[in-house]
């Protein structure tokens, strides 16, 4: 979904770059000793005729923060003298102080405007800011002062009132989960969407109250821990489940200890997994002191339901039957298994995918936003809107419109390629000189864009691997590791072979021709060469969206021939 990018261009130095990098396009080619040969590839393509329109931040707060909220498909609007007065879509996004320099020099804090993004498509526009505030939802008055990207539900409101097309992409998981039984349910969950809502309010009212009272670093942790939870009954409270009461009688008596454990569980630069199963044991443990042969309650619902409440943009809340469930409606290619810790990695994974198509449609929203008083909790990222289509679907929505599905219109079926393999004599060495031009890189844009092709490669070859199984009668499951248990293995999916030996594959996608260049890295370099010819790397490539198929070829075995020419190295240094 398209955001809208608010750009002050009042300032001398705004009104002067303008001019220079937006009204007035940058040549490439000039700017090519600053680019990284990745990035002025790219830029290349996106600007075929060499004519870059280009706009740069400062790294001063909160400006990164803004930047970092940019995607590609965003509508930067440029404003002065109350008049929005042009707009063009984003397309492309990097780090470099260097260009900044040369394009903009430095300001008198002695600051360049290094945080920048290409954009395409300038258009001349005329909105005052009043029209605009009132298409956003802003006040009437609101000037803007500062660089701001508006959060996506106002954008979008905007964006349909005000006529600004933008039509983007999104990705099809069709391989993953049956996409029109959830389109079915989208619909239905609007139909019945008063009833609903009546049922589950009380979640927007819960973590409203909790963020207006949660403070890890209050003196007295245990009360306000006590009254930060105080309207959660329903999520930590229910017939006989008593994780709410349990976490705060261990914690009047053990106060510090249970501290110590949500400073853990709420760290974000510690694995998720870890964190979870660290917390469940330490409150046990703590339990087991303080009450004897009781049970703490402590399980991964409870945690999630911390997690989620702590930070609402990041987590979703989970129940065990709530996904299998679901799960199991919507042919989701996971089957969860009671207990086990790799069930929240697909869930999450699931809820992200979901959260896609309920925030295209502008009715929900509207629905949504209408529901929202200043008693509930604004969840601009529609993370508790998810869940609650979710749990409707589970508990409300299946048991009464099973009859009315359709099944022949909602029947998938995919026909796969036969992948080939790709031999020594099939790989293009590259260059292993250096250009020596600086390469300051936006990993950030990188990351997002990888997460996204490879989500999409890794369902594919997921549901390739399922089908294989079937088809040879085989028995054994297809795990999905990087998912349930994150990076770092190696791999991406442990399978079987047509001799039912394991297979270890690493997928690595892209929706272009296959040569383009492929990064392997040391983790999955030295796996290979352990694994030896239980290894796969599957090239997923040449995407056919009208088919939604990628052709596919491997190289089987040890990786070692096809790392000649490293990128990076690593090193580490003390005093």
Known sequence: MSKLILQPTGNPYARKHYNDTIKTPVNLEKISKYLSIEDHDTLKKIYPDNKCYIWGVTPKSPNITQWNKISDHDIALFARNNMIFSYGTSCYKMISHDLAAYLWEYDNDGFTWEYIYFLKNITPLSYTYLEMNQAIGYKPKYNYRGFNVVDSERSANAINLLGLSNRTTSENYSHLMNIPKINFFIKEYKARFDEIHLQEIYKWKAFKHFNDHWDINSPNFTSML??????TENLLVSGNYWPRNMLIENAELSEKKVKELFLLLIDEEVDLGKRILDFGKGMKEINGVNFPSTNTYQDHRAILVYLSLVYPERYYLYKYTMFSDF????DFNYHPKKGRIENIGQYLNMCDLI??????DQELLKLHKGRIDEDCYYDSNYNLLTQDFIYAVTYHLSKNTSDNIDDTKLSQNFSFPTPFEIKKQNIINSNNKSNFKPKLIDWGRKQKQNKIDGASGEAYVMQLEIQKLKDLGLKGEVIHTSVEK???AGYDIQSIDKNGQVMYIEVKTTKRKCSEPIYISRTELNRS????????????FNYDKKKNTYEIAFINGDLTEYCQNPDTYKTAITK
């Open 486 to 488: 994150g990076d770092g």
């Open 529 to 540: 060469i352990l694994e030896k010819e239980s290894y796969y790397l599957y090239r997923l």
């Open 226 to 231: 006590s009254q930060a939870l105080e309207k």
């Open 355 to 360: 959260r896609n198509d309920l925030v295209k």
């Open 327 to 330: 799960a199991k409606i919507i």
